[in-house]
């Protein structure tokens, strides 16, 4: 999985010259067709990579010379809380951006307690772990409800999660809502459930948005222009899953 984030945080003389022939490397490997002057906006991208389950990740990030990684804090498939990283310090302090993705059993959006109570304190927990590491933002599955239940009750229960976070001070890190396509009732699948989904928590200042070309893909978005239609809608685009599909064109399978 290939991440792209802007680069926003100011970095020296030293660290730009590295940043850059790390590119030019990754560059020099790619289809001509990518490197081709419809392209160039690569060039202002911190790019990156997600290690999946990497016991020393920064180590593998100098390794791999990329500029930002993804990492878990925790089991991704269970509710466990996350543990202080032993390299936090390191990974704070280092001049390659991270951001962690939540757990991937998080459904904000549910209308079942049982599910959307732990989910909201699984964001709460994770997105400290993040802050912790001095991650740039948590990612989040914008989640999904089942058959027959109201879409406007899973955009206010997103609306819920921020607001009742607010009442504690907010987030350790922005939350990132990530698009998803899976079945037909998720609630970030399309750009008419995204637009709902902003009239909900737009207006939170920690509510960013991270971008899946292969949810999109699955979700039966027209990839080309949906930058531009997305930003039309939030404004941002915190960060960029550049992933290819196995499945075709609306298929709905994530």
Not at 22 to 43: D, H, M, N, Q, Y
Not at 121 to 129: F, I, L, M, N, P
Request: glycine residues 10%; contains cysteine; charged residues 25%.
């Amino acid at each position: 999985r290939l991440i792209l984030r802007r680069a926003v945080r100011p970095v020296s003389k030293m660290q730009a010259g590295g940043i850059a022939a790390r590119r030019a490397s990754a560059r020099a490997t790619l289809p001509a067709k990518v490197t081709s002057e419809r392209f160039t906006i690569v060039g202002f991208m911190r790019i990156g990579a997600h290690l999946r389950e990497d016991a020393a990740p920064l180590k593998t990030a100098e390794e791999l010379g990329i500029d930002v990684f993804q990492m878990f804090v925790t089991d991704p498939q269970s509710w466990k809380k996350p543990q202080p990283h032993p390299e936090a310090e390191r990974i704070r302090e280092s001049p390659i951006d991270v951001v962690v993705h939540s757990s991937y059993q998080i459904n904000v959006a549910s209308l079942n307690n049982r599910l959307r109570m732990p989910s909201r304190k699984a964001v709460e927990q994770q997105a400290a772990a993040a802050a912790e590491l001095g991650a740039f933002g948590l990612v989040v599955h914008g989640g999904h409800l089942r058959d027959g239940e109201d879409a406007a009750q899973g955009f206010a229960n997103w609306r819920k999660l921020f607001d009742r976070q607010q009442d504690k001070g907010g987030f350790g890190v922005p939350i990132l809502i990530e698009n998803t396509a899976g079945g037909d009732h998720a609630m970030a699948r399309t750009l008419e459930a995204i637009d709902r989904l902003w009239d909900a928590v737009g207006d939170f200042e920690q509510a960013g948005f991270c971008l899946d070309t292969c949810h999109a893909w699955a979700g039966g978005e027209d990839l080309v222009g949906l930058v531009e239609r997305v930003r039309a809608i939030t404004g941002r685009i915190d960060l960029v899953h550049l992933n290819n599909s196995r499945d075709e064109f609306d298929s709905g399978r994530d």
